[in-house]
């Protein structure tokens, strides 16, 4: 569970980089708290994203594209895929990988899983314009 003063933290690093238009904090006061981000990437494609925020800090929190989303050949991204960096869908949404449990601290900010997955989607449009899985661009962390 997130503390105040830590939200109040996460909230001063995203103003620090992001419009405050850019994400919003929802359902804090319930068990299912998330952050809701939008991603501009070098494309200007904006996607949104849904961080999971119920075991953040703890756990590596879940992140979701707020859609479906399809691979160059047009399939669905709703399994998971080691090649593709998905871990599943839920709600017609495609999970991402960000960080891997063994590399996850409970200080590794909001901010910074918004870069990695800010990462992944640019590798993501690459996919899509070449065909090369994402692990061809972004490996696996040891």
């Known amino acids: ?17 992001l419009p405050r238009s850019a994400y ?15 991603a501009l ?4 494609n904006v996607y949104t994203l849904r961080i ?11 992140v979701f594209v707020n859609k479906m989303l399809y691979d160059k050949t047009g399939h669905p991204m709703s399994e998971a895929s080691g090649s593709m960096h998905t871990l599943g869908s839920e709600n017609d949404r495609t999970r991402i990988c960000h ?15 918004y ?7 640019e590798m993501y449009e690459t996919h899509l314009r070449t ?9 696996h962390q040891a």
Do not use: H
């Open 41 to 44: 990437t070098n494309s200007k």
């Open 1 to 17: 569970m997130m503390t105040p003063e830590r939200l109040s933290a996460e909230q001063s690093v995203l103003n620090y980089y």
């Open 99 to 113: 960080y891997g449990s063994n590399s996850w601290a409970p200080s590794v900010s909001l901010f910074k899983v």
């Open 24 to 38: 919003r904090f929802c359902d804090m006061s319930t068990s299912k708290p998330y952050l809701k981000i939008a």
């Open 52 to 62: 999971e925020l119920d075991n953040f800090p703890a756990e590596v929190p879940k």
């Open 131 to 139: 065909g090369k899985p994402i692990d061809y661009y972004l490996k």
């Open 115 to 121: 870069m990695k997955c800010r990462l992944w989607l």
